[in-house]
Structure formats: C-alpha cells, structure tokens
T-cell receptor, first 115, second 113 residues
Framework: DVKVTQSSRYLVKRTGEKVFLECVQDMDHENMFWYRQDPGLGLRLIYFSYDVKMKEKGDIPEGYSVSREKKERFSLILESASTNQTSMYLC??????????????FGDGTRLSIL | AQSVTQPDIHITVSEGASLELRCNYSYGATPYLFWYVQSPGQGLQLLLKYFSGDTLVQGIKGFEAEFKRSQSSFNLRKPSVHWSDAAEYFCAVGGGSQGNLIFGKGTKLSVKP
C-alpha cells in the first residue's frame, strides 16, 4: 500500500513564526500536492510538484512556499504564520507517466493552529 | 470552467438502508473520476476510481459508482449502509499527467441506528 506520512498530526505555532510541514511518500511517485481543508470550503490546492525541484502554484498559494529537494519529500512552508492559516493541511501523492496520472493518495493530515 | 458539484451537504440514512450520493462534474476533456471517504480527523481514503471501460465501477467497503457521460454524473451507491460508513465523502475529477484533481465540497453522511 502507498504510504504518505505527514510529520505532525497536531501543531501549534505563534503568529509570525516560520512553519515547516513535512510530507514523505514511499511509492516513488512523481506528483505531490499540498491542500488545506476548511469547513464549508472543501479541499483547496496550495501548491503541487510534478518532479524534483519543480513546483506549481495551486489555487491559494499566497503566504506559502514549498520545497522538493528529493523525490519522496515535499515540504510546505508558512513564511510568516498568520491566524488565518489555522487549518487542516493534507499532503497527497500520485504517479504520473506519459500523460497519465494515477489517483492521489493522502496522508492523515496536520491540524495546524496559529495563535 | 471545470467544477464538481455535490448537491447534498448532509444526508442521514438508517442502518441497513441503501445509499446514493450524487456527484455532477463539468470537465472539458475525458474525465478521470474518483470518490474518497474521510473519517473525522483523518486524511482521505480512495474508495474507487473510473478511468475508462465499464461505466459501473466497484470499490472498497462494498461501494460502487456509475459513470453517466450524458448526465455528467458519477453517483456513489451502497446497497446496505453500516454505522461505520458515517463519514464525509468527496467526489473528484481530474486528468492529465500532473494528476491535478478538482474536488467537490463533500457530503457528510450520518447513519442512524
């Protein structure tokens, strides 16, 4: 089975801090994604990456950056955390080859609270 | 514009009753379609997927879904609901090599004894 591991289930940080959320997948997937999930808004794509050192903005990239130095690891960075970034963050991965991508597999999520 | 609509925000069914969750999509190319389930405090688990071929697809936990191109729908069904099926269900559509998905806003399922 695909395993997507997010480094923390719960995280509490203070306004203005730089926050790192880590995600690791064990299936050699090309594609990796970061979403945030808020009640009534569903899942919103923050950033995704289809290869090492490649990144693409999703629907709500403002206030976030990402890093993908190795194929298995995709990090989400909150440059200066704000209270409106309190949310559930979900990481996902999928394989991609020759114009086709498989289903996304998700981690358990990180519930981040910014005080 | 590409979109996914799940018309029902919250559905309550009795244990043992049948279930159908609705999903309609708008997508410019041949869609790949997915249903995910999320238990409270957890990530999303893939229930089933449709890429091509037979329009009735079987998934895990006794779920199935039917792709109807003429109606742009991909409804999820289960003949007999169990209390453990209480969760939130998300329909998603996507395609292309980068695998981006567009998610519906979800349908929360409650199961009464």
């Amino acid at each position: 089975d695909v395993k997507v591991t997010q480094s923390s289930r719960y995280l509490v940080k203070r306004t203005g801090e730089k926050v790192f959320l880590e995600c690791v997948q064990d299936m050699d997937h090309e594609n990796m994604f970061w979403y945030r999930q808020d009640p009534g808004l569903g899942l919103r794509l923050i950033y995704f990456s289809y290869d090492v050192k490649m990144k693409e903005k999703g629907d709500i990239p403002e206030g976030y950056s990402v890093s993908r130095e190795k194929k298995e690891r995709f990090s989400l960075i909150l440059e200066s955390a704000s209270t409106n970034q309190t949310s559930m963050y979900l990481c996902a991965s999928s394989f991609g080859f020759a114009g086709f991508a498989g289903p996304q597999h998700f981690g358990d999520g990180t519930r981040l609270s910014i005080l | 514009a590409q979109s996914v609509t799940q018309p029902d925000i919250h559905i309550t069914v009795s244990e043992g009753a049948s279930l159908e969750l609705r999903c309609n999509y708008s997508y410019g190319a041949t869609p790949y379609l997915f249903w995910y389930v999320q238990s409270p405090g957890q990530g999303l688990q893939l229930l089933l997927k449709y890429f091509s071929g037979d329009t009735l697809v079987q998934g895990i936990k006794g779920f199935e879904a039917e792709f109807k191109r003429s109606q742009s729908s991909f409804n999820l069904r289960k003949p007999s609901v169990h209390w453990s099926d209480a969760a939130e269900y998300f329909c998603a559509v996507g395609g292309g090599s980068q695998g981006n998905l567009i998610f519906g806003k979800g349908t929360k399922l409650s199961v009464k004894p």
